[in-house]
């Protein structure tokens, strides 16, 4: 059973920086692009964030948070990373990870790869 298990958020004021990290057990994550999709208070669907393919050599991320945010991964942890500096209110949301594909100019999410997990709450003040 493949499990996905992100840790790392909480509450940070504005301009603060938080490193979120998404174990995952049960499947390797080294043939999968990963990547890191948000979920803000009333919204039902998921925002994608930030995506890295498997060998760790190419990144995508949305335009709301290109040069704040960085995705990385340790494929001998079977762990992907979300360091997320300056941050704003408006990234105030519920994270998660799973496996990503690219799909034209943005990435979306893998539903062949696992369930979601619980998500981390990340929550920035004024």
């Known amino acids: 059973q493949v499990q996905l298990v992100e840790s790392g958020g909480g509450l940070v004021q504005a301009g603060g920086s938080l490193r979120l990290s998404c174990v995952v057990s049960g499947r390797t994550v080294s043939t999968h692009a990963m990547g890191w999709f948000r979920q803000a208070p009333g919204r039902k669907d998921r925002e994608f964030v930030a995506a890295i393919t498997a060998s760790g050599d190419s990144t995508g991320y949305v335009d709301s948070v290109q040069g704040r945010f960085t995705i990385s991964r340790d494929n001998a942890e079977n762990t992907v990373y979300l360091q997320m500096n300056s941050l704003k209110p408006e990234d105030t949301a519920v994270y998660y990870c799973?496996?990503?594909?690219?799909?034209?100019?943005?990435?979306?999410?893998?539903?062949?790869?696992?369930?979601w997990g619980q998500g981390t709450l990340v929550t920035v003040s004024e």
């Open positions: 799973n496996a990503a594909w690219r799909y034209s100019s943005t990435w979306r999410h893998n539903p062949q790869f696992a369930p």
